[in-house]
């Protein structure tokens, strides 16, 4: 059974940094994308980021584009969301999420997600 577990979500204020770590198991992640969306309440799910499985492609929302980094470690089935100059409107659940490469579907997409996280709270205040 594949799962994938946030951690790290937390408090912090407007303009400070904060890192979301995610790790899957019950699977080889090794021919996956693995990255993060996003949603806050009464709002569409927000594709944030993600990397191919050896990190050599990397996608961002525009939202986050240079403010936001992330990284991982094929070996060990992990993905790590680096988030500096955080706002409020940053404030979402984030949930980690894997696609099997070659799929149909786009990564920025969440119907062409093939597994998700239970999600992480982040939470910016001004």
């Known amino acids: 059974q594949v799962q994938l577990v946030e951690s790290g979500g937390g408090l912090v204020q407007a303009g400070g940094s904060l890192r979301v770590s995610c790790v899957g198991t019950?699977?080889?992640?090794?021919?996956?994308?693995m990255g993060w969306f996003r949603q806050t309440p009464g709002k569409e799910r927000e594709f944030v980021a993600a990397?191919?499985?050896?990190?050599?492609?990397?996608f961002y929302g525009d939202s986050v584009k240079g403010r936001f980094s992330i990284s991982g470690d094929s070996a060990k089935n992990t993905v790590h969301l680096q988030m500096n100059s955080l706002r409020p409107e940053d404030t979402a659940v984030y949930y980690c999420v894997a696609q099997k490469a070659g799929s149909a579907y786009p990564i920025n997409k969440d119907y062409g997600i093939d597994y998700w996280g239970k999600g992480t709270l982040v939470t910016v205040s001004s």
């Open positions: 990397r191919g499985w050896n990190g050599d492609r990397t």
């Open positions: 019950g699977a080889t992640f090794n021919n996956y994308f």
